[in-house]
T-cell receptor
Framework: DPKIIQKPKYLVAVTGSEKILICEQY?????MYWYRQSAKKPLEFMFS???????DNQTASSRFQPQSSKKNHLDLQITALKPDDSATYFC????????????FGEGTRLSVL | GQQVQQSPTSLVLQEGENAELQCNFS?????MQWFYQRPGGSLVSVFY???GTKQSGRLTSTTVIKERRSSLHISSSQITDSGTYLC????????????FGLGTRVSVFP
């Protein structure tokens, strides 16, 4: 059973719309992350959260907003979607403090038309 | 420029052949690791290897930090080894994210 659940697996959106990508982890981890993988680009770190607080933000655009309603949730809200936002978005989690390498979810593949 | 350079970009192997994947980095770092990305896209950590040589089954990773390089050796390749192998650096700590290379796409044929 996957311990990091990302929903949906695939998502199609129209330009200008807003979508929320869901991530839940059942590993007892206290740190969660978002990464993005666009075509022909390396996997790119976006955000890190620990105990529901932002630790680091490497995303220039404010259209990307993480939301943490529970300690094992870190959703990603994307507003005013653009075709360039098309990518696979990976959620990850780890035990911070142990400096433990993150485990990754299966990803949500977003296509913006 | 890119901090993580992986080579080759792609590799085609006949089942049973060996392969060596390279990762060179242009910055000092805290640790590095290798990931395997399945054709469907999910990521699995293969090696956490800050330095030295580690082996797991048919895979061997060797990292020489002072030379800023790491290699991943696949011996007796199998069809199930097909996928993309990604090198990732932890520059300071995981809170600041991993820095990934573009990967080496490996295709193993019978």
């Amino acid at each position: 059973d996957p311990k990091i659940i990302q929903k949906p697996k695939y998502l199609v959106a129209v330009t200008g719309s807003e979508k929320i990508l869901i991530c839940e982890q059942y590993l007892g981890h206290n740190a969660m992350y978002w990464y993005r993988q666009s075509a022909k680009k390396p996997l790119e770190f976006m955000f890190s959260y620990s105990y529901q607080k932002l630790m680091d933000n490497q995303t220039a655009s404010s259209r990307f907003q993480p939301q943490s309603s529970k300690k094992n949730h870190l959703d990603l809200q994307i507003t005013a979607l653009k075709p360039d936002d098309s990518a696979t978005y990976f959620c990850a989690s780890s035990l911070q403090g142990d400096n433990q390498a993150p485990l990754f979810g299966e990803g949500t593949r977003l296509s913006v038309l | 420029g890119q901090q993580v350079q992986q080579s080759p970009t792609s590799l085609v192997l006949q089942e049973g052949e060996n392969a060596e994947l390279q990762c060179n980095f242009s910055t000092s770092l805290n640790s590095m690791q290798w990931f395997y990305q399945r054709p469907g896209g999910s990521l699995v950590s293969v090696f956490y290897n800050p330095s030295g040589t580690k082996q797991s089954g048919r895979l061997t990773s060797t990292t020489v930090i002072k030379e800023r390089r790491s290699s991943l050796h696949i011996s007796s390749s199998q069809i199930t080894d097909s996928g993309t192998y990604l090198c990732a650096l932890c520059l300071h700590n995981y809170a600041q994210g991993l820095t990934f290379g573009l990967g080496t796409r490996v295709s193993v044929f019978p």
